[in-house]
């Protein structure tokens, strides 16, 4: 089974930047999972980011176009988050997903806090 583990969230204040990281192991078949990240506040339902195909293809969340850039790397096997201009809204905990077929994968999530 696939584990994940997260890193990269920290304290940033708005308009700052940082670059969320997923590493990935425990599988043999990394380039044929879909990856995202996801994002959830307190009292709120867990919500989409961003998601990246085993072929590459890339789907944003409307607030995170232009703003978020999903990668992976699949040697490495790892995907990461690239978040610039920071908004205070952005504060969250954001999970790495993995999903293939009928198999969803989470991992312990990172908090990000902006804030001045």
């Known amino acids: 089974q696939i584990e994940l583990v997260e890193s990269g969230g920290d304290l940033v204040q708005p308009g700052g930047s940082l670059r969320l990281s997923c590493a990935a192991s425990r599988t043999l078949s990394f380039t044929m999972f879909e990856m995202g990240w996801y994002r959830q506040v307190p009292g709120k339902e867990r919500e989409l980011v961003a998601q990246?195909?085993?072929?590459?293809?890339?789907k944003y969340a409307d607030f995170a176009k232009g703003r978020f850039t999903i990668s992976r790397d699949n040697v490495k096997e790892s995907i990461h988050l690239q978040m610039d201009s920071l908004k205070t809204e952005d504060t969250a905990v954001y999970f790495c997903r993995a999903h293939w077929g009928l198999r969803t994968t989470w991992g312990q999530g990172t908090q990000v806090t902006v804030s001045s």
């Open positions: 990246i195909s085993k072929d590459f293809i890339t």
